[in-house]
C-alpha cells in the first residue's frame, strides 16, 4: 500500500513538472542548440562548394563528385546515429551527453574542412572528401539529438511548441549569422587572401558552436529517461512499415532542403557572375532574417489552418519568390523583393517537418506497437538535412560543369544561363513539387486526435 502512495506521488510530481512552464534558461539552452548547428553547418552547405572551386582550387566536376560520394555515407550514419541515441543510457540522459561529447569534435572537423592545405591537385580531392565525410558524420550526432529529445523535455503540448519556436529561432540567428558575415569576415581577416579569411572566420564560429553547445548541455534536462526501454535494432527498422505520414514528411523535408540548398550554395556565383555584385550575396543573405517573422507567426497560423496546409502555403511562397527572382533580371529592388518572399515561405517550410516528426512516431506506435523516436527523427531530421543539403549543392555542381563554367573566368552565356537556372528555377521546381508531396499527408493529419487517444 505504501508503495504504491510512492509511486502515485511520483507520477503526480513527474506530470507537475511535465505541465509546468519550463524555465526560461532551458528553453534558451535548447535555443542554442541549433544555432551552433547551423553556424557551423550552414557555414559548410552555403559556402562549401564555392570555397572548393574559387579558394582550395578543385575543379566543379571534382566538387561535386565528393558532394555525391558524401551522400551515400549520410545515407548509413543517420540512422545508425539514431539506433545509437535509442540505445544510449547515462545519468544525464539519452540525448544530451551527445552535445558534451561532440561539441569539440564538431568545431574542429569544420575548421579542418575550410582549413585549405598546399597540396596536390589529387591530394586536395582527397582531403577534402574525407574532411567533408567525416564533418557530416559529427554533425548528425549533434544534431539529431535536437530532435529526438523533445519528447524527452517535456509532456506538454504547448511548452513543445513553445520549444520548437525557440529552437528554429535560435536555428535562424545561427543562420543569420553565416549568412550576413561570412564574406564580409573572409575579406577582412583575409585582406585579399580568401584561404586566410575562410580559416579566421570558420575558427571564430567554431569556438562560439563549442561554447553553445556546452551551454545546451549543462542547461537541459531530460525527464522519464529511465522509463523508455530500448528496442531491438530490428524492431526500429520494422517502426517505419506502414508509417505514411512519416515517409511523406521525409520525401517532401528533402525536397525543401534541396530547393533551399541549391539557392543558398550558388547565391554567391549569380552574384558575383550574373550581376557582377558580389556583395549582393551578404545582403541578400542578411535577409533571411524574414525567416524569423513567419516562424514566430507559425504558431498562430496552425491554430486557423491544418499543419499540412500550412506547409503547402509555405512551399508556394517560397517558389512564388523564386519565380519574382527570375523574372527580375538585374534589378536589385526586385530580387531583393523576391529573396523576401522566398525567405518568409522558407520559413514556414523548414520549421513544421520538426514539430511534425513527434506525431509521425505516435502514428508509428499505433500503427506498429514500436516506439522509435530516435531512429525515426534521426532519419526525419538529420537525413533530410544532409541528404537534401548535400544534393542541392550536388545537382547545380553538375549543371553548371555541363555548361561550361570555369572558377575565376569571365564565364559564357551558357554557364550564366546555368547558374540562373540553379540559382532560381531549381529551387522553385523543388519547392513546387514539395507542396505536390505533402498533400498526401492530410488524411493523416485528420487522424492524429484519434491516434493520441488510442495511445492513452
Not at 573566368?409 to 523543388?430: D, G, N, R
Request: hydrophobic residues 50%; glycine residues 8%.
Amino acid at each position: 500500500m505504501m508503495e504504491e502512495k510512492v509511486i502515485k506521488k511520483l507520477k503526480y510530481d513527474v506530470k507537475e513538472e511535465d505541465n509546468s512552464k519550463l524555465p526560461f534558461k532551458r528553453v534558451l539552452a535548447y535555443a542554442s542548440t541549433d544555432t551552433a548547428g547551423n553556424l557551423l553547418y550552414c557555414t559548410l552547405t552555403s559556402f562549401i562548394m564555392y570555397f572548393y572551386t574559387d579558394v582550395f582550387g578543385i575543379s566543379i566536376a571534382s566538387a561535386g563528385l565528393i558532394l555525391l560520394i558524401a551522400r551515400i555515407f549520410d545515407a548509413l550514419d543517420a540512422p545508425i546515429w539514431g539506433l545509437v541515441i535509442d540505445h544510449t543510457r547515462t545519468k544525464w540522459g539519452k540525448n544530451r551527453p551527445y552535445w558534451l561529447w561532440l561539441s569539440i569534435p564538431f568545431g574542429l572537423m569544420v575548421f579542418l574542412t575550410f582549413l585549405a592545405p598546399d597540396l596536390s591537385p589529387s591530394a586536395k580531392v582527397a582531403y577534402a572528401l574525407i574532411t567533408y565525410i567525416v564533418t557530416g558524420m559529427v554533425y548528425t550526432g549533434v544534431a539529431t539529438p535536437i530532435t529526438a529529445i523533445l519528447p524527452n523535455l517535456t509532456t506538454n503540448s504547448t511548452e513543445r511548441v513553445r520549444l520548437n519556436s525557440w529552437r528554429s529561432n535560435g536555428g535562424m540567428i545561427g543562420y543569420l549569422i553565416t549568412a550576413s558575415f561570412t564574406l564580409p569576415l573572409v575579406s577582412f581577416f583575409g585582406n585579399g587572401n580568401d584561404k586566410l579569411g575562410f580559416q579566421v572566420t570558420v575558427g571564430i564560429y567554431a569556438v562560439i558552436a563549442i561554447a553553445l553547445l556546452l551551454f545546451a548541455f549543462s542547461g537541459t534536462k531530460e525527464i522519464n529517461t529511465k522509463s523508455i526501454k530500448s528496442i531491438p535494432i530490428k524492431q526500429s527498422f520494422g517502426a517505419v512499415k506502414g508509417n505514411w505520414p512519416w515517409i511523406t514528411l521525409v520525401i517532401a523535408f528533402i525536397l525543401y532542403w534541396l530547393g533551399n540548398t541549391s539557392r543558398t550554395s550558388t547565391l554567391i556565383y549569380y552574384a558575383e557572375y550574373n550581376l557582377d555584385n558580389k556583395n549582393l550575396a551578404s545582403i541578400l543573405n542578411g535577409l533571411v532574417v524574414f525567416q524569423m517573422i513567419s516562424i514566430t507567426i507559425l504558431p498562430f497560423i496552425v491554430k486557423r489552418f491544418l499543419k499540412t496546409h500550412t506547409q503547402i502555403i509555405g512551399f508556394a511562397i517560397a517558389a512564388i519568390g523564386q519565380v519574382i527572382i527570375a523574372f527580375a533580371g538585374a534589378n536589385a529592388s526586385m530580387i531583393i523583393f523576391g529573396w523576401i518572399v522566398a525567405s518568409l515561405g522558407t520559413g514556414i517550410a523548414v520549421t513544421l517537418p520538426f514539430a511534425m516528426l513527434s506525431d509521425t512516431v505516435d502514428y508509428g506506435e499505433w500503427k506498429t506497437g514500436i516506439r522509435a523516436s530516435g531512429f525515426l527523427t534521426a532519419i526525419g531530421s538529420s537525413f533530410c538535412i544532409k541528404i537534401g543539403s548535400g544534393l542541392g549543392s550536388f545537382f547545380p555542381s553538375i549543371i553548371m560543369e555541363k555548361a561550361g563554367y570555369v572558377a575565376n573566368a569571365t564565364q559564357s552565356a551558357a554557364s550564366l544561363a546555368a547558374i540562373k537556372f540553379c540559382f532560381t528555377w531549381l529551387p522553385a521546381i523543388f519547392f513546387i513539387v514539395g507542396a505536390i508531396v505533402m498533400l498526401n499527408y492530410t488524411k493523416y493529419e485528420k487522424k492524429e486526435e484519434y491516434v493520441r487517444n488510442q495511445l492513452l
